[in-house]
Structure formats: structure tokens, C-alpha cells
């Protein structure tokens, strides 16, 4: 049975930009202020998670222990609480890299950061950032 989750869902839409119209690049944008919340930089949407127990020779079911789940890593940064001198800033990162934007409600732009946050964890700490923005992934 396919679970549909909004993490999953964008994670989609993300790669449909990039398979469609070769973008790697956007802005999420508050859909009632428009002002931009999260700039996400797509870096491999074809990459693949594996999680679970290793087992040693022995085990007689060592199938049922992993799972591997496609993934799309990014990196991004947080803007919810930014200043107006960090929004300009993100205005014309935008402009200068063609970045598209995607209007998202509040509540949907903060659970992505949830999401975000939760997956960083997976990296060693000295792969987590890159000139200021985060790494991360999201499952699809």
C-alpha cells in the first residue's frame, strides 16, 4: 500500500522540476505573504537509503532486516524568521539563479523543516553544511 506523505509529495514535485525542466533550484514561499521561507538547492534525485540491522551469515533471514528507500538528498536553508536584509539577499539568489519558486502554506512549510531536521541526523556532522545551507533528504 503507497502512503502518501506531504514529504513524499514534494519530494516528488521537486524531482518532476528537475526531470521536466532541469530546475535544481527553489524558493518556498509563504503562500499569504509570498515573502521566501526556505531556499532548497536539489542535489541528487535518484539516490537511494538503506536502513536496518545488519546480520551476520548465520542469520537465516537477513532479508526482512534492511530496507532500502529511494531518497532525494538537498541542501537548504530556513528563512521563517528572517530579516528583511536576509530576505533581499534570498531575492536575488533567486533572480541570479533562476530558482523557482513554490507557495506553500505555513504549516506545510514548517513540517517540511520538521522533516528536514529529522533527516540531517543521518549525516556525520562534518557533510552537514555547505556554505551556509544544510544538508538533508527527504524519502519519495
Not at 54 to 68: G, N
Request: net charge negative; charged share 20%.
Amino acid at each position: 500500500m503507497l502512503k502518501y506523505t506531504m514529504g513524499k509529495m514534494f519530494a516528488n514535485r521537486l524531482v518532476e522540476c528537475a526531470n521536466d525542466e532541469s530546475l535544481f533550484r527553489f524558493v518556498i514561499r509563504d503562500l499569504t505573504t509570498k515573502s521566501p521561507v526556505l531556499q532548497i538547492i536539489l542535489l541528487n534525485p535518484d539516490t537511494w537509503s538503506c536502513s536496518g540491522n545488519c546480520s551476520d551469515t548465520e542469520d537465516k533471514d537477513p532479508v526482512h532486516k534492511l530496507k532500502l528507500q529511494p531518497i532525494i538528498k538537498v541542501l537548504y536553508s530556513d528563512f521563517h524568521n528572517a530579516t528583511e536584509s536576509q530576505s533581499r539577499l534570498i531575492e536575488e539568489w533567486a533572480t541570479k539563479n533562476s530558482a523557482e519558486s513554490i507557495f506553500m502554506s505555513t504549516r506545510q512549510t514548517q513540517e517540511l523543516v520538521g522533516l528536514f531536521i529529522s533527516a540531517k541526523d543521518l549525516y556525520p556532522p562534518s557533510c552537514t553544511s555547505f556554505q551556509g545551507l544544510i544538508l538533508s533528504s527527504l524519502q519519495w
